[in-house]
């Protein structure tokens, strides 16, 4: 069986997007192949995955998936939110990470407003089940999280069983 994409999906952009220094991919490219494959696509547990035509699988979880941001440079995790698809096309479109707020049900251009602590895309992967997206990104500013934190996991379990603030 081969990846279909969800009745309605609009095409994404097909310009090419600059993922980091001298480095272009255009977006049927852009997610990383880390399984063996020949030209047309893969077997992952008995069903062929199309490698021309994968994407997350968003009505898995009602239209979210998680998306984990990771420092391209050191592999710290800097935070989790969640993707709608508009937010996954608009992060390939211009290279820096948009997501969708659960809470106030906007998309959300991760730093592109006031701070302007962008999140800028390296590389892009999804997981073997296609439900959540690891973007290892450059974080301008150095700054990830809303309270100032370099992290937004900055709360640590000590071994007394609390939870006390971690160092950055």
Not at 47 to 54: F, N, S
Not at 136 to 144: H, P, R, T, Y
């Amino acid at each position: 069986m081969i990846a279909k994409k969800p009745p309605g999906h609009k095409a994404g952009p097909s310009k090419a997007l600059a993922l980091g220094p001298k480095m272009r991919y255009n977006k049927k490219l852009l997610i990383y192949r880390y399984f063996a494959s020949n030209d047309r696509g893969f077997t992952m547990g008995g069903k062929e995955i199309d490698l021309e035509r994968i994407e997350p699988d968003f009505d898995k979880a009602g239209g979210l998936v998680p998306a984990v941001a990771q420092d391209a440079a050191t592999g710290e995790i800097l935070m989790l939110a969640y993707m709608n698809r508009e937010a996954f096309d608009r992060t390939l479109a211009t290279g820096e990470a948009h997501y969708w707020s659960r809470s106030r049900r906007v998309l959300w251009h991760k730093g592109g407003g006031r701070s302007g602590r962008v999140q800028k895309v390296r590389e892009l992967r999804l997981d073997c089940d296609l439900d959540t997206v690891l973007l290892k990104i450059e974080q301008v500013g150095g700054i990830s999280c809303h309270t100032g934190r370099r992290t937004c996991f900055h709360y640590l379990l000590g071994p007394d069983g609390r939870f006390r603030l971690a160092e950055d």
